[in-house]
């Protein structure tokens, strides 16, 4: 039986930080069967609570296309 890895991953501190653009933490995650490398910075709101952010990109190394904006008037001739 193979261990099922589809939507979860692991971060690590990342000990080659060298400027505020690097990532704190680097890891890697699964989801839907594609493997994506995790990114992730802790941040402060406004307000004072610490967060994480984080950013996913596929390690295949291909750029997500953006969603396709669709302008209002494509939906002139809807029924509603």
Known sequence: MSYDNNLSGALFKNDKKETEKHPDYKGSCEINGTEFWVSSWLNESKNGRKYLSLKFSPKDGEKQ???KQVADD??????F
């Open 74 to 79: 494509d939906f002139s001739d809807a029924p």
């Open 65 to 67: 296309a953006a969603p």
